[in-house]
Nanobody, 124 residues
C-alpha cells in the first residue's frame, strides 16, 4: 500500500483546509487510516483516525469539534476536513494505514504504511 497526502497550504486562523490521503493497492478497504502531525521540534501526534468501514472515528481532544475524518473506499481516499484552524495546528500532516482495520489506533508504531506528509501552516 502506498499513501499520498495532499491538500496542505498556508491559511489564516479561522480558515479551513481539506486534506486527502489517496492510496494505491487492492486492500485499502480493509485498512484503518490515521492522520498524525508533527510540528517543528515536537513529537509526532495523533490527530484523527477512521476504521475500515468508516463507522468508527476517533479524534484528539485538541481537534475535536473542528476536524472531521471520512473515507471513500471506492476512491481509496481518506479525507480530513479541518475547520476553524488555529496557529497551533501548524505542522506537517501525515496519513498512515494499518491492517486489522476494525479499530482505530492512536499510536504511530501500530501503523505499517505512511504517506510523505503535507505542510499545513496557519498564520495568526
Amino acid at each position: 500500500v502506498q499513501l499520498q497526502a495532499s491538500g496542505g497550504g498556508l491559511v489564516q486562523a479561522g480558515d479551513y483546509l481539506r486534506l486527502s490521503c489517496a492510496a494505491s493497492g487492492r486492500t485499502f478497504s480493509t485498512l484503518s487510516v490515521g492522520w498524525f502531525r508533527q510540528a517543528p521540534g515536537k513529537e509526532r501526534d495523533f490527530v484523527s483516525g477512521i476504521n475500515w468501514s468508516g463507522d468508527g472515528t476517533y479524534y484528539a481532544d485538541s481537534v475535536k469539534g473542528r476536524f472531521t475524518i471520512s473515507r471513500d473506499n471506492a476512491k481509496k481516499t481518506v479525507y480530513l476536513q479541518m475547520n476553524t484552524l488555529k496557529p497551533e495546528d501548524t505542522a506537517v500532516y501525515f496519513c498512515a494505514a494499518r491492517a486489522y482495520g476494525g479499530h482505530v489506533r492512536t499510536t504511530g508504531t501500530e501503523y505499517s504504511y505512511w504517506g510523505q506528509g503535507t505542510q499545513v501552516t496557519v498564520s495568526s
